[in-house]
């Protein structure tokens, strides 16, 4: 997760809600199970029967494992859904910051991110709710972060285009695999067969027609943007997504934002 080009940071201290977590367990031949093993079952039950599926009991079962012996390994639940998430990053790495090439950088960083988070069934849901910062993924945010700082974008604005852009992902993410799991309801197949199923685009279809047939004297915007604003392509949707941030972003920019004040405090009457 870090820059090659970098010198190995030494690794960060436990954060406050990590320290209660059992230490990594040794694994010997007297010992098959472990936190790795008990990750991989929680992975495999959660593409099979989603986040609301996923039970420390059906990680057990996957296992052949009491429920008590995957205590030995996490602390709960909320534990478990972070050393899923932390696993995503698993030999992720970051360039040397460019600052010639800062938006093609995040770019890359938004469309890997959402790779990353598509790789498992609701993971966006995870993304969003239970995964707090944790020390194995410290490294990984200081280095999305120096990308920010190296193009030249003020701290204060560097500070809220990392939340912007994980949000904007995560929430993207979100929404594409919910509007997948309506497809597949519909057609009464399981969510992971649905991302490429015709009523993906049929239900698109469906409320381009309708927007369009809207009366054009009492709805002259929904009218004209019919056909743009409900796309079957999700690449493409997302794509646009992050040109607009970007955009945005290179407006604070020195040379772009000279004689503009950088928001720092809510402005009061």
């Known amino acids: ?28 031949a007297r010992t098959p199970l472990s936190r790795e093993r008990v990750v991989e ?10 986040l609301d599926g996923l039970s420390m009991r059906q990680v057990a079962a996957e296992l052949g494992v009491t429920v008590s012996a995957l205590y030995a390994h996490v602390r709960s639940k909320d534990d478990l859904l972070e050393l899923m998430y932390t696993r995503l990053f698993d030999g992720a790495a970051l360039p ?13 960083y938004a469309r890997t991110g959402r790779e990353r988070l598509l790789s498992h069934r609701d993971m966006a849901r995870i993304s969003m709710a239970y995964a707090p910062f944790t020390a194995e993924l410290l490294p990984h945010v200081e280095a999305f972060l ?30 594409e695999t919910m509007w997948r799991e309506r497809a597949a309801e519909a057609a009464g197949e399981d969510a992971e067969d649905a ?12 409320m381009q027609d309708y927007f369009a047939s809207l009366p054009e004297s009492d709805f002259p915007h929904l009218h004209a943007l019919a056909g743009l ?29 000279a004689g503009r004040r950088v928001p720092s405090e809510p402005d009061h009457d």
């Open 1 to 28: 997760m870090n820059d090659a080009a970098a010198h190995t940071p030494a690794s960060p201290p436990p954060t406050p809600w990590e320290r209660g977590r059992p230490a990594r367990a040794r694994v010997s």
């Open 41 to 50: 079952a929680a992975l495999t039950v959660l593409d099979r029967q989603g």
């Open 96 to 108: 040397e910051p460019d600052p010639e090439r800062w938006q093609e950088q995040l770019r890359d």
């Open 146 to 175: 120096g990308l920010l700082r190296t193009a030249g974008l003020p701290d204060r604005i560097a500070a809220e285009a990392g939340d912007l852009i994980s949000t904007y992902i995560d929430g993207f993410v979100l929404g």
């Open 195 to 206: 991302s490429d199923h015709p009523d993906v685009n049929g239900m698109a279809a469906e």
């Open 229 to 257: 604003m409900v796309t079957d392509s999700a690449d493409e949707r997302f794509g646009i997504g992050v040109e607009i941030i970007l955009r945005g972003l290179a407006s604070y920019l020195p040379d772009a934002a």
